[in-house]
């Protein structure tokens, strides 16, 4: 008798050049799957010779972008595991998906967040088709999140005796996307975009684990990428002076701050430059006026005028709300009514109660209400909701 040999697995993994997608290629390679790494690229060393046009010149704070030495960093990585490395262009997909949509967002007085839309267009969009289309049975990188798996009772099944339960299908996996074990680098805030339908084809190798265990396993492997620091800032490129990047494609204009009765207390520079919450960005004249800490509670792109206020003794902004709409919902998992979820309005928020009074279904938006209203609830960004650790869905704020 011939035995046949079964396949491995086929598994690209999204390498960035840090530690996190190093160790995950590590690790699936140890497990047994056919591992390759793939670097993506969304910029390159003559992008600024090119000039604006494009709109790739993101600048780091070193001067350069980062991206030339982390392929060098990948392409190390796939030679000490001894896996292919492959390269792809995704510089067109970033311009329209990332950057012309972040530029756009501040222009119209929002706060964007692209690392969502970098997840969703970019690394499970063009890179987990690509990948699919190539020959992959998964796609995996190294974010600090986790996708689990339980039995889900199929609704079409009816049992009526003991017959139909063997022939049922009642045993259906169904897959969640859950946060990371380690509560300081969960990154499930970041990938309420993936759809339902591409669970069961992600892996993140990383997400169950603490981030210093994760360094300790680079030095088992001998990964270069092990001392590495954590990269930082916009995805892809690292840690940008956004302000200066928006100069680019947004004029400096001069406008007023007023305080809630509506005085001139001082100025800014732009209202697209500054963020609703945020205390810096502008200046105010008097020292009675300095008195507090001041924060944007209100912006007006027409009138280029931004209004501030102080907390008050309860820590609560003038401009708290209870209710917030979202729309480009994605529901990873329905809704029930009546229940209590949780939900963050931004990165690192502790998570807050709330209900979802409507939107529960397949619309494009949804009503969210609070149990305790919320300070800095700004337009653009991502609200996120969770039943426990799994997350349910999320969309962009009105």
Sequence with gaps: MISQTVPKKKVFVGLSGGVDSSVSAALLKEAGYDVTGVFIHVWHKDADKRGLERGLTLMTETGCCQAVDDRLDAMRVCAKLDIPFRELDLEKEYKKEVVDYMT??????????????????IKFGAFYNWAIENGADFVATGHYARVRTREARNPKSEIRNKSQILNSKLNAKRYTLNAGSDSNKDQSYFLWQIREGQLSRILFPVGGMKK??????????GLITADKKDS??????????????????????????????????????????VTLGERHGFTVHASSDREHALYVIRKDIKKNTITVSPKNPSGMLAEAQSMVRIKSVNWLSKPKKDVTYFARARYRQPLQECHIESGSGKTASARIRFVTPQNSVTPGQSLVLYDGDALIGGGIIV
């Design 104 to 121: 756009r967002e501040y222009r119209a007085g929002k706060t964007p967040n692209p690392d969502v839309m970098c997840n969703r267009f």
């Design 212 to 221: 210093s265990d994760v360094r300790k396993l680079a030095k088992k492997f």
């Design 232 to 273: 930082q800032g916009l995805c892809f490129v690292g840690k940008v002076d956004m302000k200066e990047f928006l100069t680019h494609f947004i004029k400096r204009k001069k406008g007023k701050v007023l305080n809630e009765k509506r005085e001139v207390i001082g100025e800014h520079e732009g209202s697209s430059f």
